[in-house]
């Protein structure tokens, strides 16, 4: 059974930062890609970054600009999405999802997710 468990959310001020880690089990985590999307009630869900299972590739949405990193640790079964100069647009319930095909937006399996809020 895939399990996909999000953490590091918060309440930051805009201009801050904060790490996300999505530990996995149930899969075989060094061939599984993983992304990141995003909702806000009301919204439809938007694909933030993704990563290949070996981590040689990654990809990221063009309102990231450069302030998010993603990576992954696959001694750990984890991956991590530095979030750096956090704006108050970013705030959204994180998920990490996996599949086939989840670096082209389409998810199998993904977690309950964390919530960002970003605000002053």
């Known amino acids: 059974q895939v399990q996909l468990v999000e953490s590091g959310g918060g309440s930051v001020q805009p201009g801050g930062s904060l790490r996300l880690s999505c530990a996995a089990s149930?899969?075989?985590?060094?061939?599984?890609?993983i992304a990141w999307f995003r909702q806000v009630p009301g919204k439809e869900r938007e694909g933030v970054s993704c990563?290949?299972?070996?981590?040689?590739?990654?990809n990221y949405a063009r309102f990231v600009k450069g302030r998010f990193t993603i990576s992954r640790d696959n001694a750990k079964n984890t991956v991590y999405l530095q979030m750096n100069s956090l704006e108050p647009e970013d705030t959204a319930v994180y998920h990490c999802?996996?599949?086939?095909?989840?670096?082209?937006?389409?998810?199998?399996?993904w977690g309950r997710g964390t919530q960002v809020t970003v605000s002053s």
């Open positions: 149930g899969l075989t985590f060094y061939t599984s890609p």
């Open positions: 990563i290949s299972g070996s981590g040689l590739t990654a």
């Open positions: 999802a996996t599949g086939p095909d989840a670096c082209r937006d389409q998810y199998t399996y």
